[in-house]
């Protein structure tokens, strides 16, 4: 089994409509928990994390960890065009020293049709 | 700053040959990283440098690949000699000590071996 479980999809919404990305891990060390996006063609690029537990929202996008069910989730309200890219899922548990490792999952391929 | 430059960005070569990818991450960030990332696998952490020193060389596939930091600024992922099943797209990051939980990769250099 892997550390993080994420469901590769593909995902296609029509424009406009919520958008509930998931992902589960299984190690209860991880404290830091990010979203990446990735547009074709180019590297991943950091959209949000969370520290611990809770919810954290910028604009149209809110991230949610609950540490109980081990359960990631990014919630994208009034999906865009602009928006269709690979959203991978990662993890971190933060150890001070020389610890940079970050545990990614497959990414889930979403794709916003006008 | 001009992010992670990575070079070259495609390369096409025989099986057999050697490979060289060269990576330059931004100044200032003191760990860097290389990944490979295909459809099946997804993104795989090669190996990660701290203050130009390996620290995690466990995903490393095999003796093939090896990987040298020589100064802060530069870094180089060899393969030799390569094989068609290291095809794949090689992504370089580098992060902060501030903030490691952001990586920020470079355009990435998609490899393909006949």
């Known amino acids: 089994q892997k550390e993080v479980e994420q469901d590769p999809g593909p995902l296609s919404v029509p424009e406009g409509a919520i958008v509930s990305l998931n992902c589960t891990y299984s190690?209860?060390?991880?404290?830091?928990f990010m979203w990446y996006r990735q547009y074709s063609r180019k590297g991943p690029e950091l959209l949000m994390y969370?520290?611990s537990s809770g919810n954290k929202e910028d604009g149209r996008f809110t991230a949610q960890v609950d540490k109980s069910s081990k359960y990631i989730s990014l919630f994208i309200r009034d999906s865009q065009p602009s928006d269709s890219a690979t959203y991978l899922c990662?993890?971190?548990?933060?150890?001070?020293?020389?610890?940079?490792?970050?545990?990614w999952g497959l990414g889930t391929s979403l794709a916003v049709n006008p | 700053d001009a992010g992670v430059i990575q070079s070259p960005r495609h390369e096409v070569t025989e099986m057999g040959q050697e490979v060289t990818l060269r990576c330059k991450p931004i100044?200032?960030?003191?760990?860097l990283f290389w990944y490979r990332q295909t459809m099946m696998r997804g993104l795989e952490l090669l190996i990660y440098?701290?203050?130009?020193?390996?620290?995690?060389d466990s995903g490393m596939p095999e003796d093939r690949f090896s990987a040298k930091m020589p100064n802060a600024s530069f870094s180089t992922l060899k393969i030799q000699p390569s094989e068609p099943r290291d095809s794949a797209v090689y992504f370089c990051?580098?992060?902060?000590?501030?903030?490691?939980?952001?990586?920020?990769f470079g355009p990435g250099t998609r490899l393909t071996v006949t």
């Open positions: 990051a580098s992060s902060s000590r501030l903030a490691d939980y952001e990586q920020y």
């Open positions: 100044s200032g960030h003191n760990s």
């Open positions: 440098f701290n203050n130009n020193v390996p620290i995690d």
């Open positions: 190690n209860s060390a991880f404290q830091y």
């Open positions: 969370t520290y």
């Open positions: 990662a993890t971190s548990t933060g150890n001070a020293g020389n610890n940079r490792k970050l545990i």
